[in-house]
Nanobody, 124 residues
Framework: QVQLVESGGGLVQAGGSLSLSCAAS????????MGWFRQAPGKEREFVAA????????PYADSVKGRFTISRDNAKNMMYLQMNSLKPEDTAVYYC?????????????????WGQGTQVTVSS
């Protein structure tokens, strides 16, 4: 099993920045691509960004492209999401996810392990 724990969420004003972290533990050798998803109240969970094991490929949702940056440190079993120029519509619970293959998929169903989520609230 793999455990994922997100941290770094909070309340920030529009235009501000937050940095999320995801710590992986357990059988981390079994995970390859990782991703961030988010879910706002009353909405479906949506893709934010993903990253392959080597960090070579990092797709982003159009809504966050140019504002968010995903990264990972395999030696530390960590993944990060730097969020800049935050907007009220970025308000959501952000989830860390890990896949058992190296496809940085947009689809939540392709990820096998999930964290519990961290709340990000952006005030206007």
């Amino acid at each position: 099993q793999v455990q994922l724990v997100e941290s770094g969420g909070g309340l920030v004003q529009a235009g501000g920045s937050l940095s999320l972290s995801c710590a992986a533990s357990g059988r981390t050798f079994s995970i390859y691509a990782m991703g961030w998803f988010r879910q706002a109240p009353g909405k479906e969970r949506e893709f934010v960004a993903a990253i392959t094991w080597s960090s070579r490929t990092t797709p982003y949702a159009d809504s966050v492209k140019g504002r968010f940056t995903i990264s990972r440190d395999n030696a530390k079993n960590m993944m990060y999401l730097q969020m800049n120029s935050l907007k009220p519509e970025d308000t959501a619970v952000y989830y860390c996810a890990a896949a058992r293959d190296n496809t940085p998929s947009f689809a939540a169903t392709m990820y096998y392990y999930w964290g519990q989520g961290t709340q990000v609230t952006v005030s206007s």
